[in-house]
């Protein structure tokens, strides 16, 4: 058992990196973090956008402030899955400028690694609607991203659409 330190002694969890989601739209930006056992993702925010630079650094106060050491970006693909539309190069270029903020604001800019994010939306309206999750909806599709992406990572299924490294 991971963490077991022996006959009468506490059993220690498994401490992983904290990770923050973004689901990123023309006016908002839904915000969501794990926790650090990786047992879910919960609503943070809604950001109304303002500016970019403005944006950039409420974003980057988050990542210090949550102690994030990763970010996962909802990436809008084709419905079918099998490739990439306008709107997922917009998001695409938002990512590396902002990865070139965060190299501003912060001692250590952090990996941002893309992730399907089809019919997060739709689910966090379904999910609003019919379990009572709470919280804005562009932060409860950003959780849905997020818990994606765990469920991937501990089944060992790493796959994404690419990332960006600091």
């Known amino acids: 058992m991971a963490g077991y330190r022996g006959y009468g002694q506490l059993m220690t969890p498994e401490l992983k990196p904290r990770l923050m989601a973004v689901d990123v739209g023309l006016i908002k930006i839904g915000i969501a973090v794990n926790d650090s ?7 943070l925010e809604v950001l109304t956008r303002t500016s970019r630079k403005a944006d950039f650094a409420h974003l980057c106060r988050l990542l210090d402030r949550y102690e994030v050491a990763s970010v996962i970006c909802g ?21 590396r400028r ?14 941002v690694i ?28 950003a959780a849905l991203i997020l818990e994606a992406y765990m469920r991937a990572r501990e089944r060992s299924d790493p796959r994404g659409w690419g990332r960006i490294d600091p």
Not at 37 to 43: D, E, I, K
Not at 75 to 95: F, K, M, Q, V
């Open 37 to 43: 056992l990786w047992l879910g993702a919960t609503p």
């Open 75 to 95: 990436l809008p693909i084709s419905d079918h899955g099998d490739g990439e539309t306008d709107r997922t190069a917009y998001i695409r270029e938002w990512a």
């Open 98 to 111: 902002w990865m070139q903020a965060q190299r501003h604001w912060l001692e250590q800019a952090r990996p």
């Open 114 to 141: 893309f992730w399907d994010e089809r019919w997060t939306t739709a689910a966090a309206k379904i999910a609003q609607r019919e379990v009572g999750c709470r919280g804005p909806e562009d932060a409860v599709a």
